[in-house]
Every structure is written in structure tokens, then in C-alpha cells.
């Protein structure tokens, strides 16, 4: 069983930073690729930044910049620094991980983490 578990959101006010973790856990062989999307009230979940396990990031338009996606592999985990935040940035962040267990690769969630930022 893989699980994928989120920490580091909450209340920020405009301008200011939050760091979010994402900690893999399980029966793990490996990891391709790890990303950060987020949902926004009334929205559909968007792609905020993604990083291969080999290879350049990728990041969505609107936080270019002022986000950094980067991860520990020897921890399993990414890590999304979040600066200059906007009330804009305001959503549930979901970790996404590419990992290859019990034979074949699979696609997993987090449950997802608020960040609110107040303007």
C-alpha cells in the first residue's frame, strides 16, 4: 500500500510564503515523476508545477517565478516553496507522484492540504 501524505498548509496573509511537503510511503520501487496541482472554490483542479525524476520542471503560468517545486529522493518526498503568495494561490494543493509498486507503475494522491491566503 502506497500512501501520499501533505503537510505545511494554512492561514498566510499576501506576500508571504508557505512551504508544502509530500511524504511517499509504502511498498515503493520507485518514483517517476512528482507534481503539486490545486483546486481552487468552485474550480477544477489545475497543474501547479511538476518535476520528473530526470529532466527540467515544469511550471503553470500563474506562479512562474514565485513557486519551486524540488525533491528528496532519498526521502520520497517534494516539496513545494510557495513566495509571494496571492489570494489567488488560495485552494486545496494535492501531491501527485508516478510510483512503481507491486510490479507496475500507478498514479497516487494526496488527500490534499489547504493553503488560504488572505488578502
Known amino acids: 500500500q502506497v500512501q501520499l501524505v501533505e503537510s505545511g498548509g494554512g492561514l498566510v496573509q499576501a506576500g508571504g510564503s508557505r512551504r508544502l511537503s509530500c511524504a511517499a510511503s509504502g511498498s515503493i520501487g520507485s518514483i517517476d515523476a512528482m507534481a503539486w496541482y490545486r483546486q481552487a472554490p468552485g474550480k477544477q483542479r489545475e497543474l501547479v508545477a511538476a518535476?520528473?525524476?530526470?529532466?527540467?520542471?515544469n511550471y503553470a503560468d500563474s506562479v512562474k517565478g514565485r513557486f519551486t517545486i524540488s525533491r528528496d529522493n532519498a526521502k520520497n518526498t517534494v516539496y513545494l516553496q510557495m513566495n509571494s503568495l496571492k489570494s489567488e494561490d488560495t485552494g486545496v494543493y494535492y501531491c501527485n507522484a508516478r510510483i512503481f509498486s507491486s510490479g507496475w507503475f500507478r498514479t497516487y494522491w494526496g488527500q490534499g492540504t489547504q493553503v488560504t491566503v488572505s488578502s
Open positions: 518535476l520528473p525524476s530526470a529532466g527540467s520542471t
